[in-house]
C-alpha cells in the first residue's frame, strides 16, 4: 500500500498568492483529516471528511481557507490569499470508521514570504 | 471540549522503560491514542485504546482509565531510535492532540 500521499512536499509563496495543496489517502478508508502543525500551536485539526461529506470544520482559521473532497480518492486544501502566518507544516491523514487510528502522509511545508 | 496534558520531556537511558502519562478534561470521547514523531517526519500511529484497560504492542503499551481521566504509553526496552516526540490525542465530534513529549534516550 503507498500510504497517504501529499503534492507539493515543499511550497513556498509570496504573501498574497493562491495556494493548493492536494492529497490522495489511502484506499478505502473513509475519513480524511487535513491538519496544521506548528511549533507555537502544535497539531491542530482544520477539517475532517466522512465519505467525502465536510463533518466538522471548526478549526479551519478564517475564510481564506477551504476545502474540498470531490471523490474518495483525492482532496485539497486552499489558502487564499496566503499571509506569513500560514506558514506551516500541513499534514493530511487518513481511517477506516475507528478515527482513533489514523495514518498520516509526509505533510506539505509551506512558507509564505 | 477536550484539554490533554502530557510531559513535555521526558530523558531515558538505552534499555530502560519510561512511561509518558496523559490526563484529559473531556466531555466524552471515543478512544485514546498514541502517534510517534520523529524531527522532519509525520506522526506515526502506534495505538489505539477505545476500552479501559492495557493494550500491548510489541516493546510499546499502552493503557487507559476513563474513571481517572487517565492514560499512559509505556515503552520497554529503550533503543536510540525511540527518540522522538509523542503524542496523546482523543477523538470525539473532533480530534484534539496533546503538545507532545519529547523523548531522549541516551547510551
Known amino acids: 500500500d503507498a500510504g497517504v500521499i501529499q503534492s507539493p512536499r515543499h511550497e513556498v509563496t509570496e504573501m498574497g498568492q493562491e495556494v493548493t495543496l492536494r492529497c490522495k489517502p489511502i484506499?478505502?478508508?473513509?475519513?480524511l483529516f487535513w491538519y496544521r502543525q506548528t511549533m507555537m500551536r502544535g497539531l491542530e485539526l482544520l477539517i475532517y471528511?466522512?465519505?467525502?461529506?465536510?463533518?466538522?470544520d471548526s478549526g479551519m482559521p478564517e475564510d481564506r481557507f477551504s476545502a474540498k473532497m470531490p471523490n474518495a480518492s483525492f482532496s485539497t486544501l486552499k489558502i487564499q490569499p496566503s499571509e506569513p502566518r500560514d506558514s506551516a507544516v500541513y499534514f493530511c491523514?487518513?481511517?477506516?470508521?475507528?478515527?482513533?487510528?489514523?495514518?498520516f502522509g509526509p505533510g506539505t511545508r509551506l512558507t509564505v514570504t | 471540549g477536550q484539554s490533554l496534558e502530557q510531559p513535555s520531556e521526558v530523558t531515558a537511558v538505552e534499555g530502560a522503560i519510561v512511561q509518558i502519562n496523559c490526563t484529559y478534561q473531556t466531555s466524552g470521547f471515543y478512544g485514546l491514542s498514541w502517534y510517534q514523531q520523529h524531527d522532519g517526519g509525520a506522526p506515526t500511529f502506534l495505538s489505539y485504546?477505545?476500552?479501559?484497560g492495557l493494550e500491548e504492542t510489541g516493546r510499546f503499551s499502552s493503557f487507559l482509565s476513563r474513571s481517572d481521566s487517565y492514560g499512559y504509553l509505556l515503552l520497554q526496552e529503550l533503543q536510540m531510535k525511540d527518540s522522538a516526540s509523542y503524542f496523546c490525542a482523543v477523538s470525539y465530534n473532533d480530534m484534539r492532540f496533546g503538545a507532545g513529549t519529547r523523548l531522549t534516550v541516551k547510551p
Open positions: 471528511f466522512n465519505n467525502n461529506v465536510p463533518i466538522d
Open positions: 485504546n477505545a476500552l479501559d
Open positions: 484506499s478505502g478508508h473513509d475519513y
Open positions: 491523514a487518513s481511517s477506516t470508521r475507528d478515527r482513533g487510528e489514523q495514518y
